[in-house]
């Protein structure tokens, strides 16, 4: 059975750091892309960043660009999200979701429960 | 950046009716379009792939339609836990982008 779990969420000051983590289970974590997608309290569903399984491919949405960094470890069957500069307008529920392809740039088969970022002074 | 613009916001039906929900591409997307279900407290679900294939699991009521720029989800007659929000995604290229979401609420 496929699990995605995410997990470091929480409260954090404008302008602090954050790291998320997504622990993937039950298929061959190192064959498929990974993306990190958010939902603000009430809004829809807003892709943040994707990363192929080799991390060769990376992208991000334009409202991250330069402050959050994608990453994998494919050993540790994980994928991270650095945010840096942290702003109200990320505060969401922020998503951990399976591609169904290794390069990235499909849709999405599974998601995690997701886990609560808070930007709050 | 793709914009995806769906439309009706909002979809008053009653059960057992049909619901149609659009999704419309600012350029073309070819049919790298899904549709994704969301209940309230859930994460989404995949229902619709390439436009128009349903998904392992999903029932056949839930059809998907469209190339292009224009697009349609259909569920023909509506069960009481279809009753959720729908969100379109094109694939196309990156950044992938979302629509802004139909809810589907009852009558």
């Known amino acids: 059975e496929v699990q995605l779990v995410e997990s470091g969420g929480g409260l954090v000051q404008p302008g602090r750091s954050l790291r998320l983590s997504c622990a993937a289970s039950?298929?061959?974590?190192?064959?498929?892309?990974m993306h990190w997608v958010r939902q603000a309290p009430g809004k829809g569903l807003e892709w943040v960043s994707g990363?192929?399984?080799?991390?060769?491919?990376?992208g991000y949405a334009d409202s991250v660009k330069g402050r959050f960094t994608i990453s994998r470890d494919n050993a540790k069957n994980s994928l991270y999200l650095q945010m840096n500069s942290l702003g109200a307008e990320d505060t969401a529920l922020y998503y951990c979701?399976?591609?169904?392809?290794?390069?990235?740039?499909?849709?999405?088969?599974?998601w995690g429960l997701g886990t609560l970022v808070t930007v709050s002074s | 950046e793709i914009v995806m613009t769906q439309s009706p916001a909002t979809l008053s039906v009653s059960p057992g009716e049909r619901a149609t929900l659009s999704c419309r591409a600012s350029?073309?997307?070819?049919?790298?379009l899904a549709w994704y279900q969301q209940k309230p407290g859930q994460a989404p679900r995949l229902l619709i792939y390439a436009a128009s294939t349903r998904a392992t699991g999903i029932a056949a009521r839930f059809s998907g339609s469209g190339s292009g720029t224009e697009f349609t989800l259909t569920i023909s007659s509506l069960q009481s836990e279809d009753f959720a929000v729908y969100y379109c995604q094109q694939y196309n290229n990156w950044p992938e982008t979302f629509g802004q979401g139909t809810k589907v609420e009852i009558k």
């Open positions: 990363i192929s399984w080799s991390s060769t491919n990376i």
């Open positions: 039950g298929f061959t974590f190192d064959d498929y892309a």
């Open positions: 979701a399976k591609d169904i392809s290794g390069a990235g740039t499909y849709y999405f088969d599974y």
């Open positions: 350029q073309s997307v070819s049919s790298n």
